[in-house]
């Protein structure tokens, strides 16, 4: 059941992950086709000014040029929110996976203290040969297999998560140098 709500969790985790960065990506491409607005505008302009001598034309032209650079603005402004709520989203991410890792880290280290405490290396053969009947012994020497595995699988765990928490501050620090730079350009 927890494997199945965990699934459900990073899957809609990446879900919104994805949306979260296609709008990005379309407020970055509407930047850059009203940065090419604004680019034919200004040559137009002086293809104007050379030509004519007409105010009026040169007036249109401006006027297009700052609706052109307000629509910018608005664009920058919008890109900027994004970034931050997907600093905030990281931000929110890491803390989970943080409290998951240490979570996992505190159970596999009580596994590995009551391991020691009860001299449990030295005892392994004990264990087995204590058994009441070939079955039992047999089922503890299972036991005792299981009981390793699980040890391994918990700490390439709890290594896999410490993996996955600086890929996501990666990615923070990413979203927040795309932010710095989206408020530079404004």
Do not use: C, P
Not at 26 to 35: G, T, V, W
Not at 66 to 76: D, G, Y
Not at 167 to 180: M, P, S, V, W
């Amino acid at each position: 059941m927890k494997r199945v709500v965990t699934i459900l969790l990073f899957t809609v985790i990446g879900l919104h992950a994805v949306a979260q960065t296609a709008e990005i990506e379309a407020l970055q491409k509407q930047r850059q086709a009203l940065q090419e607005d604004i680019s034919n505008t200004n040559r137009l302009y002086l293809d104007v000014k050379k030509h004519t001598t007409t105010i009026l034309d040169r007036i249109k032209l401006i006027n297009k040029q700052i609706a052109s650079r307000k629509e910018l603005i608005n664009v920058q402004r919008r890109e900027i929110e994004v970034l931050r709520k997907e600093e905030r989203r990281l931000e929110g991410e890491i803390e989970r996976l943080n409290r998951e890792l240490k979570q996992k880290q505190d159970n596999y280290a009580n596994a590995i203290q009551g391991m020691l405490n009860q001299k449990y290396s030295q005892n392994k053969l004990l264990f087995i040969l204590s058994g009441q009947s070939i079955g039992e012994s047999l089922r503890r020497m299972q036991y005792l297999r299981e009981y390793s595995k699980w040890q391994k699988e918990q700490a390439a765990e709890i290594k896999r998560q410490n993996e996955e928490i600086t890929k996501k501050r990666e990615a923070l620090i990413q979203a927040k140098l795309d932010k710095e730079k989206a408020l530079a350009s404004l």
